[in-house]
């Protein structure tokens, strides 16, 4: 289960990976936190319609990459807080979709993060342990028939020390179309740009490693 503050930082993040376990046969499932109504320059823009056109992005790059669900919160772009309400809706989501790992943002990046960042990968880590495993912690859930679940793993991309690298190479091309996915976002760079610089990223991140193109994680077994 992937959960992202916006619709398009899950291609940034994890896409590659998101391709290699839905091409083995396994399921992944998408909950975007907000709308990502407020991430545009243009004073003319209306933020309902550019909710809309990101929310059709992000359908479509799920459907590249294999993606069977893809769950929208609408929290308020750029509004979201640590509160009640947002650790009861991921925690249902855990629940609902009992997922063996969980991957987000990491939420402890230093002095340049976008707020709804650090709050979705914090609440996600608060969400894994202790809300979604414990009985009492939502008495909403129970009445709704979601039992508590564990996870066993958390993947955090936008890490400053990874300690899991997944090796993209196969699924670079996979990756870049899902990302094409989102015009409204990444049409202002151009498209060769975007190419070049996410190569060169995931170049990066596989340096030390006997493979080309990598996506670098903080790794965290949840074995206590
Ligand atoms: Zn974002």
Request: net charge negative.
């Amino acid at each position: 289960m992937v959960v992202a503050p916006h619709p398009d930082d899950a291609e940034f993040g994890i896409a590659g990976t998101v391709a290699k376990i839905t091409s083995s046969g396994k399921e992944v499932v998408y909950v975007i936190v907000t709308g990502g109504e407020k991430g545009t320059d243009d004073p003319a823009a209306n933020p309902d319609d550019i909710k809309a056109i990101r929310r059709a992005e992000q359908l479509a790059a799920a459907s590249v990459l294999g993606v069977s669900e893809v769950q929208f919160l609408d929290f308020a772009d750029g509004g979201l807080e640590d509160s009640y309400h947002c650790r009861l809706a991921i925690t249902r989501e855990i629940r609902r979709f009992r997922p063996r790992v969980v991957a987000s943002t990491d939420p402890y990046r230093r002095y340049m993060w976008h707020r709804d960042h650090r709050i979705t990968g914090q609440v996600v880590a608060d969400a894994v342990y202790p809300f979604a495993r414990n009985w009492p912690a939502f008495p909403e859930l129970i009445k709704e028939n979601l039992a508590p679940h564990t996870v066993s793993r958390m993947l955090f991309w936008g890490c400053e020390e990874p300690n899991h690298f997944e090796d993209i190479t196969p699924v670079f091309d996979t990756k870049l179309k899902a990302l094409r996915c989102h015009r409204s976002q990444i049409g202002m760079h151009g498209d060769n740009n975007l190419e070049a610089w996410l190569h060169q990223r995931a170049a990066d991140m596989a340096r030390g490693q006997d493979y080309e193109l990598a996506e670098a994680f903080r790794c965290i077994d949840v074995n206590w």
